[in-house]
């Protein structure tokens, strides 16, 4: 049976102005192996929602592209002027009999967010 409990991860480029900076686009698709969604104010990686109860493998599948390229992240925002997101929004289910997700983060997702710069955001659905 599955757990009425849901979890998205996904990593995104956000920038403050109406219009995204020039060549940032093409400098995230070049850089990192991966698509790129536009939004408003930011390109997002496609989200991750295959739930697992541990949130850090799901992290560790939203971020396979970016290990080893931590640097490219500080470049880039200081270049572009853009803030690199880790989003993580659980949606739980009051009173579950399943287990609620694992939201500690492992210490190379940590090592991961502090070398590369990326801030993380936990937006909590109950």
């Known amino acids: 049976m599955r757990s ?6 996904y990593l ?6 109406d219009a995204a900076p020039e060549g940032l686009a093409d ?3 070049r850089t990192f192996d991966c698509p790129w969604i536009a939004g408003k104010h930011d390109f997002s990686t496609p989200v991750n929602s295959r ?3 541990d949130v850090n493998n799901m992290l560790r599948v939203t971020l396979a592209p970016f290990f080893g390229k ?3 992240f500080k470049r880039i925002a200081e270049e572009y002027n853009v803030e690199f997101i880790l989003e993580i929004v659980p949606e739980l289910e009051a ?3 399943y287990p609620t997700p694992i939201l500690s983060l492992d210490n190379d997702i940590i090592k991961f967010l502090y070398l590369s710069g990326v801030i ?3 937006d909590l659905y109950v």
């Open 27 to 29: 400098e995230l698709r």
């Open 95 to 97: 009173n579950s009999a």
């Open 51 to 53: 739930y697992d109860v």
């Open 4 to 9: 009425p409990h849901s979890v998205r991860t």
């Open 70 to 72: 931590e640097s490219e």
């Open 12 to 17: 995104r480029a956000y920038f403050s102005s």
């Open 120 to 122: 993380h955001d936990l």
